[in-house]
């Protein structure tokens, strides 16, 4: 019953902005987080951003702490990735992915991709002069 969608990737000049949104359907669970994960070719998967409903709710990268900014909109159920300054290396297929059980963010200060059990399709953001 759980689905999530991403949009929003495109093409974009270094320093330039984009907004992802990840559309959320069945959640019926009390407690859930929603992360944001990216991949490039010939790289690991890597975590980027969480928002979630218990404490720790909010998760940033250091690569990205300062210009990506994680939010929702409950009304809209939707969870989106404010995303300033792109860099070159910030090119990847960017998903976002569903943890239904602590609606915590992070543990021991990272993510784990495989406390996640719902993914969205990808969006891919290609950073480029």
């Known amino acids: 019953q759980i689905h999530l969608v991403e949009s929003g990737g495109g093409l974009v000049q270094p320093g330039g902005s984009l907004r992802l949104s990840c559309l959320l359907s069945?959640?019926?669970?009390?407690?859930?987080?929603i992360g944001w994960f990216r991949q490039a070719p010939g790289r690991e998967r890597e975590a980027v951003s969480c928002i979630g409903n218990s404490d720790p709710n909010m998760y940033y990268d250091n690569s990205v702490l300062g210009r990506f900014t994680v939010s929702r909109n409950d009304a809209k159920d939707t969870v989106f990735l404010q995303m300033n300054n792109l860099q070159i290396d910030d090119t990847a297929v960017y998903y976002c992915?569903?943890?239904?059980?602590?609606?915590?963010?992070?543990?021991?200060?990272?993510?784990?991709?495989?406390?996640?059990?719902?993914w969205g399709q990808g969006t891919q953001v290609t950073v480029s002069s």
């Open positions: 069945g959640f019926t669970e009390t407690h859930y987080s």
């Open positions: 992915a569903a943890e239904t059980s602590l609606g915590i963010c992070g543990i021991s200060g990272g993510m784990w991709a495989a406390s996640y059990d719902y």
